[in-house]
């Protein structure tokens, strides 16, 4: 045998070892005993890499309400995007790979849920989000970090992807609203109905495009119309200009290539 092909088999090995015990290195499991920000700080993750995760799994856990010892394994972490993130409770088990820029689950399923891009079928936009806007009964200039969406009274408001009723009531300038917490970040406020869909209740479970309510001008307001709201973190965000949250499905020789990375994993 030729020496250099000797050196490149030798090297090549030894390459393969480093990423080995460099995978190995990386595998950082957490156990619940605080919260998940702390118990992961103690574990070394850092401060992107925790809110990556909490992210990333949110849209199938709460993190609020994590239970002791539950277990996460997070395997590497560079740029702030861990390879894998598994989650594990006795009857609920997550698992996250990173495909992209994005994560999936095993069947190349994304994590996070697809946003509808309007929640009724709607005339026109009759206000845009905007941080001063003249009040027509206020009198006076006030932010306006919302949508409004003029459509014939009774008009059907859906939900705008999967998620948790959080407030269904009249709620003053809002009038009648909803309040739907999507994952752990997301929250969408639909307001000034006329009325809610039967037999919705706080708590409850709610899919992407099932009716909530209908549109109405209760509250505050001087006509028929949606204000709808998207609130990232609590923070108000312009539902027109916000890259919305897109579900996808890898398939074809993507999701071949996706399994076959996950298997290695
Ligand atoms: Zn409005």
């Given at each position: 045998m030729r020496l250099h092909i000797v050196i490149k088999i030798i090297s090549f090995t030894l390459i393969i070892f480093l990423i080995t015990l460099n995978a190995q290195a990386k595998n950082t499991k957490i156990t619940i005993k605080n919260s998940f920000y702390t118990d992961a700080k103690k574990q070394g993750l850092s401060h992107a890499t925790i809110n990556t995760i909490i992210r990333t799994l949110s849209w199938r856990l709460n993190f609020n309400a994590l239970r002791k010892n539950d277990k996460f394994s997070i395997i590497g972490s560079e740029k702030n995007h861990p390879d894998a993130i598994f989650f594990q409770r006795e009857n609920k088990n997550i698992q996250a790979f990173l495909w992209g820029k994005k994560y999936y689950d095993k069947n190349g399923k994304s994590l996070q849920v697809g946003f509808l891009k309007a929640p009724l079928k709607y005339?026109?936009?009759?206000?845009?989000?905007?941080?001063r806007r003249y009040h027509p009964i206020l009198k006076t200039y006030l932010p306006h970090r919302a949508v409004d969406y003029a459509a014939k009274h009774g008009t059907s408001v859906y939900a705008v992807a999967d998620g948790i009723i959080k407030k269904r009531k009249h709620m003053g300038a809002l009038g009648n609203a909803v309040f739907i917490q999507h994952g752990g970040n997301y929250e969408t406020v639909y307001a000034h109905l006329a009325g809610f869909a039967?037999?919705?209740?706080?708590g409850q479970i709610v899919k992407k495009g099932q009716i909530i309510g209908y549109v109405g001008s209760t509250?505050?307001?001087?006509?028929?119309?949606l204000h709808y709201e998207i609130r990232y973190n609590g923070k108000r965000k312009n539902p027109l200009r916000y890259k919305i949250p897109k579900a996808k499905q890898l398939s074809g020789n993507e999701l071949k290539k996706f399994k076959q990375r996950i298997k290695t994993l």
């Open positions: 005339q026109r936009i009759s206000s845009k989000f905007q941080y039967q037999k919705l209740r706080r509250g505050r307001s001087t006509g028929a119309h």
